[in-house]
Nanobody, 115 residues
Framework: QVQLVESGGGLVQAGGSLRLSCAASGIQFSINGANWYRQAPGNQRELVAAITGGGTTNYVDSVKGRFTISGDFVKNTVYLQMHSLKPEDTAVYYC?????????WGQGTQVTVSS
């Protein structure tokens, strides 16, 4: 049974930093990679950052230079380090991975950036 558990969200002032964590069980990030998505009220869910099992990373343009996705594949955990946060980064952030074309999602963690 695959389980993804996110943590690290919270309330932060604009310009601040947060680090999100996603711990997995039942699936290996070193094989399947992982993604961070976010969804703001009234918006579609958006892919923010991705990491492959080999460690290759990609980012949506709006977070490049501010967010860093990384993985500790021994702990089977991925992270999203967020700096220079903006009010428009406010959203529920979800960890996601997939295996055999089936997607698995965490429960989400709220990030709120105040101006």
């Amino acid at each position: 049974q695959v389980q993804l558990v996110e943590s690290g969200g919270g309330l932060v002032q604009a310009g601040g930093s947060l680090r999100l964590s996603c711990a997995a069980s039942g699936i290996q990030f070193s094989i399947n990679g992982a993604n961070w998505y976010r969804q703001a009220p009234g918006n579609q869910r958006e892919l923010v950052a991705a990491i492959t099992g080999g460690g290759t990373t990609n980012y949506v343009d709006s977070v490049k230079g501010r967010f860093t996705i990384s993985g500790d594949f021994v702990k089977n955990t991925v992270y999203l380090q967020m700096h220079s946060l903006k009010p428009e980064d406010t959203a529920v952030y979800y960890c996601q991975t997939s295996r055999n074309w089936r997607a698995f999602w965490g429960q989400g963690t709220q990030v709120t950036v105040s101006s």
